[in-house]
């Protein structure tokens, strides 16, 4: 069963169309999955409903205690979970290989006994940040249960560290020697900037979302950086967002849940966050708000563009300011990969 299939499936059941066998599959796959899904769903939502459901089939470690079943209210019937759900994924048409993961490390620490002698471990055992400063006087925020690892010869031949669990860092810029992170089979490669990284489970996507800076992303395989794709990696700029699928070794890029406005000069940043709007057009407003934010707005109607917009945009945060702005034209937008695409009927 495709994806286009499966669309049809699931709409014919909300409709109530179904046949009583299909009802059957379909309440037997929202339960694996933990709830029910709303179509239509964006190729993000694809892959991490897709890696769920792989999560949710594989073998439970037998060092680990599974998870009591919790069944939703809306199940209303038992039934095996292993088979049954092994063959619906595989309907969807998932090529799973648990040898996708190479770079990820097995143990419950980030360094074996052998490697002690090169890296030096720290590990957030506490349920606040816990701050890491370099040699290089980079810092590194570990969240709780985060672990990371710092080559010994770092800052003198390199700056190489790993990480597992989630992390924010600040780089101190260095042309001569790039700043690269090990977390999954995925590489994290900068020269100065400051991004997160949140890479908690080997078997979950891995995010890098950069605040300032340019970052360059890639599988640990990748031969060729002049050529990177959605394949082999990406490069981030302040404000996106970056999603490692280890299933299909895919990337999907978007914005940031929380866009923030780019560091200007102290002179303009009076001037440069004063959104205070009289009758002004607009494709004027939504041009500042691209220099701001660092991130490229589209009228999909160029005649939307001339409508006038009056308000004061300074406090909120960009996606409030564009529910703002299209209530001005009757519209919405969406976002889609690294840009925002607006809609609207017209001016009110």
Request: charged letters at 20%; one cysteine or more; glycine letters at 6%.
């Amino acid at each position: 069963m495709n994806r286009s299939a499966l669309v049809e499936l699931l709409t014919r059941y909300e409709t109530q169309r179904c046949t009583p066998e299909e009802c059957q599959l379909v309440e037997q796959w929202y339960e694996l999955l933990g709830e029910p899904v709303e179509i239509p769903l964006t190729e993000e939502q694809w892959l991490v409903m897709e890696q769920k459901l792989w999560r949710k089939v594989q073998p439970q470690s037998p060092e680990t205690d599974p998870a009591p079943l919790v069944r939703p209210l809306w199940r209303k019937f038992s039934w095996i979970v292993g088979g049954l759900a092994a063959a619906v994924v595989i309907g969807i048409g998932l090529n799973w290989n648990r040898n996708l993961l190479p770079g990820w490390f097995e143990q419950h620490s980030l360094i074996t006994k052998v490697e002690q002698t090169d890296w030096t471990p720290y590990r957030n055992e506490s349920s606040e940040p816990m701050n890491v400063k370099l040699p290089d006087g980079s810092l590194v925020v570990l969240s709780p249960r985060a672990q990371l690892a710092v080559h010994k010869a770092f800052n003198y031949k390199n700056r190489d560290v790993r990480l597992l669990g989630e992390a924010s860092f600040n780089v101190h810029r260095d042309v001569s020697r790039p700043f690269i992170v090990y977390s999954g089979d995925i590489i994290t490669k900068v020269l100065g900037t400051t991004f997160r990284i949140r890479a908690n489970d080997p078997w979950q996507p891995i995010q890098v979302t950069v605040q300032t800076g340019k970052v360059t992303v890639y599988r640990q395989d990748t031969k060729d950086l002049t050529n990177v794709s959605t394949n082999s990696g990406v490069i981030l700029t302040p404000n996106q967002k970056a999603t490692y699928f280890p299933d299909n070794k895919q990337f999907v890029t978007s914005i940031a849940e929380d866009p923030q406005p780019l560091a200007v000069p102290s002179a303009e940043n009076a001037v440069a966050r004063s959104l205070i709007f009289v009758d002004t057009p607009i494709g004027e407003v939504i041009r500042q708000l691209e220099v701001i934010y660092g991130t490229e707005i589209e009228l999909e109607q160029e005649s939307l563009s001339h409508c006038p917009f009056t308000g004061n945009l300074t406090p909120q945060a960009l996606y409030t300011k564009l529910e703002l702005l299209c209530g001005t034209i009757n519209g919405s937008y969406e976002v889609r990969g690294t840009k925002i695409l607006i809609t609207g009927k017209g001016c009110q």
